[in-house]
């Protein structure tokens, strides 16, 4: 019984770190170099502002959804057309999913290490192509 309590206090406080570190992320939304700016229409007609991690494959350009919140990858699904900003110049994009082959061949070339991983609680990870338009 003793050894079940150490157990959930000990997985209590990982899902508290868990939230923090996600909470943090999303509040100050780092950029630099490596970032794009993507805006999404919600279901109201508002703008709203996410940066995300640039992935370049095959001359292509991909983000990924690689936390728990991912409010903005469910909302591109449902509304694809989007813009984004990347380097100073922004265009108009569509979001696309990305097929099985693809998703394979960016989770080798993107790796995510392992710190990351325990940081983020472990999610799903999940992938779409931006294709000017």
Sequence with gaps: MKILKIVGILFGIYVGIV?????????FQPAGDTTILI???????NRRERVLSRLDSEEKLYVAAN?????????????????????????????????PEEHDRLN????????IRV??????RYFVRLDPR
């Design 19 to 27: 939230v923090i570190f996600e909470s943090l992320l999303g509040y």
């Design 108 to 115: 080798s070339e993107h790796p995510l290490g392992p710190v």
């Design 67 to 99: 936390h728990w919140p991912r409010a903005w990858f469910n909302e591109v699904l449902v509304r694809p057309e989007v813009q984004v900003t990347v380097g100073g110049e922004t265009g108009d994009y569509l979001a696309v999913p990305v097929s």
């Design 119 to 124: 940081l983020t609680g472990f999610p799903p």
């Design 39 to 45: 805006a999404i229409l919600d279901e109201d007609g």
